[in-house]
């Protein structure tokens, strides 16, 4: 197990298959030898839409086998070998990063959410509608990135959050016949998300939420790192961050604006954030925005 090779969008036989890849999305359409990959145990997203003949695969010493308008979603630290495609097989495949959707879709829809519905099940039959507007996102995507441009990366990001949020829509029929009745930890990590997500300004300690969903503090922690694989602080913290980045980036208020509007208790406390979670002072975040440094 600890020589099995690790499958990242770095990898030198990943590179050979990809059309297109900035080191946290790839796209594929075309996989010669998928065998060539395998096995390795993944450290990123792979989501494949057969589009002609058959694949088959075994991940976690399970065999999974996919056919046309399929549609087969494999989560990192998954396993995976032995694979086989059919003569014909066509397929499309997109690769992205647990960091780049964390970045891209709020959290309460992302990875945790998927891992949960596709860890005993990785394939699901997609309506022949649903296959096309996979497809008509892939191509759209393909033909902007067959085109570079100084803009390249932000379209592509910014095409790739409607593609998330159709998929999500799709697999939530899936979900509702397939996805196993939720644990008590995973109820209350939801309810958590939800309401880091509903507050603005939003408040910094684990214990404001604690005592809100009625648990303590320590077992709120447990729960998320067991459930979304972070401690509640940093999960607080990305939420804030987010806050941050959108204000620095997009509004003209003054860093003490922010600061006031965010309720930290003065400029030197919010100064000794911004550093500890972009590098930089806010100030100089948001000269490198302007300069274009920032994606």
Known sequence: MENLRKANLKD??????????????????N????NALL???????VIVLVLEGKASVSINGIRYEAGKNDLFICPPNNIVENGMMSLGFKGYCVCVSADYIRRTIPLADNSWNLKLLF???PVCSLQPDEAKIFCQYYDLLCSKVRHPSPVQKKVTDALMLPFFYDMQH?????????????????????????????LYPKPRSVSFYAGQLNVTPKYLSAVCRHVGGQRASDLIDRYVSK????????????????????????LSFFGKYVRRHFGVSPTAYREQVIRGEVK
């Open 119 to 121: 860890e005993n099940n």
């Open 39 to 45: 096995p390795c145990q993944l450290e990123i997203f």
């Open 12 to 29: 030198a036989e990943i590179q050979k298959e990809v059309m297109y890849n900035d080191g946290e999305l790839a796209l594929i359409d």
């Open 170 to 198: 799709v697999l939530s029929r899936v979900a509702r016949c397939d996805l196993r009745p939720f644990t008590a930890g995973e109820q209350l990590f939801r309810r958590f998300i939800d309401l880091l997500g509903s």
């Open 31 to 34: 996989i010669h030898d998928i």
């Open 243 to 266: 806050d941050i980045d959108y204000l620095l980036k997009h509004t003209q208020k003054s860093v003490k604006e922010i600061c006031i509007e965010l309720e930290f208790p003065n």
